[in-house]
């Protein structure tokens, strides 16, 4: 297949090939076909100007509308439609964790029809600074100084896949506590050994510190030059020159 010719199209002037002008049409190098305008047409009579104006309501239009006349022609009417029913208020209401939400969250009351939003399993987070009874799905932080008691959801409120979570980030103890009938359960070294720092001498600049995995074993470097190490997690220590 060879290459596709190519299209020329030129205007003609009004003249000996076109007494009113035209086209002239060459495909390739082949001789151009002059194709001619026709003479003008006979003007064609004025347009009517259309107007618009709004129809109230009566005869032509129950609910009132709009009127469109063309020129001196009559009018034509483009009415609205019936008024719809009257709409309801949508009231918007907190709905607190019971057996309709079980972590709480919106009713949405529209006329007499109520539907409920209800909150997912995300954790919702709360301060703890006195004793507390958890919540299913919630999230403790504890930064106090005094001990404290988190005693778990009642075992009707749970359900499979529950979740309570406790970041102590204090200096003190929080107890969690099962109820009745609920006992913890957990893995071997899943829960961290409870460790309780307390000061001891001497007073020095520290320049750095390396601890065991289980925290018993400690050693650190002061700026006055001497090392000090324990084993026992700072029950006794010892100074290294």
């Known amino acids: ?46 347009g009517a100007s259309a107007t618009i104006a709004t129809e109230p309501k009566g005869e032509h239009c129950e609910h ?43 009713r949405v009351q529209v006329g007499s029809d109520v539907r409920y939003l209800c909150h997912g399993d995300a954790l919702a987070w709360h301060q703890l600074d006195a004793d507390a009874e958890a919540q299913p799905n919630a999230a403790y932080v504890a930064r106090d100084s005094a001990d404290l008691t988190l005693t778990l959801p009642p ?12 970041v102590n980030d204090g ?18 070294n899943t829960l ?3 460790t309780t720092f ?5 007073v020095a600049n520290w320049q750095g510190l390396a601890s065991s995995v289980d925290g018993t074993k400690l050693f650190a470097a002061a700026y006055d030059g001497y090392l000090y190490t324990s084993t026992d997690g700072e029950g006794s220590r010892g100074r290294r020159a």
Request: hydrophobic content about 30%; charged content about 20%; glycine content about 18%.
């Open 198 to 202: 307390h000061p001891r001498g001497p």
């Open 192 to 194: 961290a050994t409870p």
């Open 64 to 106: 009132g509308g709009i009127a469109v006349t063309v020129g001196g022609s009559d009018p034509t009417y483009v009415c609205n439609g019936a008024p719809g029913e009257k709409g309801e208020s949508v009231v918007l209401t907190t709905e607190p964790p019971g057996d309709t939400c079980a972590r709480g969250g919106v």
């Open 155 to 166: 075992t009707e409120s749970l359900r499979v896949g529950d979740r309570v979570r406790l």
């Open 1 to 46: 297949m060879g290459p596709r010719p190519t299209l020329v199209m030129e205007s003609v002037e009004a003249g000996e090939d076109c007494d009113y002008g035209g086209v002239s049409l060459r495909v390739g190098e082949g001789e151009p076909i002059v194709v001619c305008h026709g003479p003008p047409g006979q003007p064609g009579n004025d």
């Open 171 to 188: 200096m003190a103890v929080v107890n969690v506590t099962p109820r009745t009938g609920q006992s913890i359960r957990h893995g071997a």
